[in-house]
């Protein structure tokens, strides 16, 4: 794809759904990996040693992870210019609002879909320096993340929960459109299609949601510990 090409609608709208559904894959691979958790202390423990050593003696230690967030983090600036562009320009297409305009038709998600992107941005950063780095842990003990998990998510700290949960709701929302969004941009056009990907995009939704939420609520009421 030509640099004009990603310039052009078409191309920032294709460049926001691949972008996107890379950074999907990857929820739904670090969320396979949270729920380890439930499976005990020494296996948590040991999975995140295992990504660490991922690809080696190829690879140096912690090299698939740099890879990793490589990748990611070109995915997301991507994903957050191909929006940001889309939207101003839609804005200037339309350069003076209308005293009476009909509602525009779509659910919450759609008409929240900027801001809600704004709160994953942040929540993404909260997260890194808490459970990633450790910095914002109570424990921050990189060689235990179980640990950190635990120590994060106790009761007393229900407003890290409460957090939690609403940032997790933002993205469960933004991927609900935003999957749609992407099928639709990709060519799916159909009636039958898009009833199809309306039902793909909410199960990938909830099922994100519920995989996610599931810790930390475990966590609180001692079912992890």
Same mark, same amino acid.
């Given at each position: 794809?030509?640099?004009? +090409?990603?310039?052009?609608?078409?191309?920032?709208?294709?460049?926001?759904?691949?972008?996107?559904?890379?950074?999907?894959?990857?929820?739904?691979?670090?969320?396979?990996?949270?729920?380890?958790?439930?499976?005990?202390?020494?296996?948590?423990?040991?999975?995140?040693?295992?990504?660490?050593?991922?690809?080696?003696?190829?690879?140096?230690?912690?090299?698939?992870?740099?890879?990793?967030?490589? $990748?990611?983090?070109?995915?997301?600036?991507?994903?957050?210019?191909?929006?940001?562009?889309?939207?101003?320009?839609?804005? +200037?297409?339309?350069? $003076?609002?209308?005293?009476?305009?009909?509602?525009?038709?779509?659910?919450y998600a759609a008409?929240?879909?900027?801001?809600?992107?704004?709160?994953?941005?942040?929540?993404?950063?909260?997260?890194?320096?808490?459970?990633?780095?450790?910095?914002?842990?109570?424990?921050?003990?990189?060689?235990?993340?179980?640990?950190?998990? $635990?120590?994060?998510? +106790?009761?007393?700290?229900?407003?890290?929960?409460?957090?939690?949960?609403?940032?997790?709701?933002?993205?469960?929302?933004?991927?609900?459109?935003?999957?749609?969004?992407a099928v639709r941009?990709?060519?799916?056009?159909?009636?039958?299609?898009?009833?199809?990907?309306?039902?793909?995009?909410? +199960?990938?939704?909830?099922?994100?949601?519920?995989?996610?939420?599931?810790?930390?609520?475990?966590?609180?009421?001692?079912?992890?510990?």
């Amino acid at each position: 794809m030509t640099a004009r +090409a990603v310039r052009s609608t078409v191309g920032q709208k294709a460049l926001m759904a691949v972008s996107g559904v890379l950074l999907v894959l990857f929820l739904v691979a670090h969320m396979v990996g949270n729920l380890k958790v439930f499976v005990g202390a020494a296996s948590f423990d040991h999975y995140a040693h295992w990504l660490r050593t991922l690809g080696a003696p190829l690879l140096p230690g912690s090299g698939y992870l740099w890879i990793q967030r490589t $990748v990611l983090t070109a995915a997301l600036v991507a994903h957050v210019w191909a929006a940001t562009s889309l939207a101003l320009r839609a804005r +200037a297409a339309r350069p $003076v609002r209308y005293a009476h305009r009909r509602p525009v038709r779509g659910g919450y998600a759609a008409r929240t879909m900027r801001w809600g992107g704004v709160i994953i941005l942040l929540f993404a950063v909260y997260h890194v320096l808490d459970l990633t780095t450790g910095h914002l842990n109570p424990v921050g003990d990189r060689a235990h993340p179980y640990g950190n998990v $635990v120590a994060d998510f +106790a009761p007393q700290r229900w407003y890290v929960t409460l957090f939690y949960t609403l940032a997790v709701l933002a993205v469960g929302l933004h991927v609900r459109h935003g999957v749609f969004s992407a099928v639709r941009t990709l060519g799916q056009r159909t009636a039958a299609g898009e009833r199809r990907a309306r039902v793909a995009a909410l +199960a990938v939704s909830v099922g994100l949601c519920a995989g996610y939420l599931s810790v930390p609520f475990a966590v609180t009421v001692g079912l992890v510990g």
